[in-house]
């Protein structure tokens, strides 16, 4: 298995295919911040 690291906007993949987006948080913040916050309000 090959991992490969593409940068872009995570929002709006320009890849064709399946997409993982893996993203690493801790339990300390809320819903109102960073990487989060992007996503939602995509």
């Not at 991992?3 to 320009?14: E, F, L, R, W």
Request: net charge positive.
């Amino acid at each position: 298995m090959e991992i490969n690291y593409i940068k872009g906007d995570v929002t709006s993949p320009q890849t064709k295919g399946i997409k993982i987006i893996a993203h690493i948080c801790n339990d300390i913040g809320g819903w109102d911040k960073g990487f989060v916050l992007t996503v939602s309000k995509r």
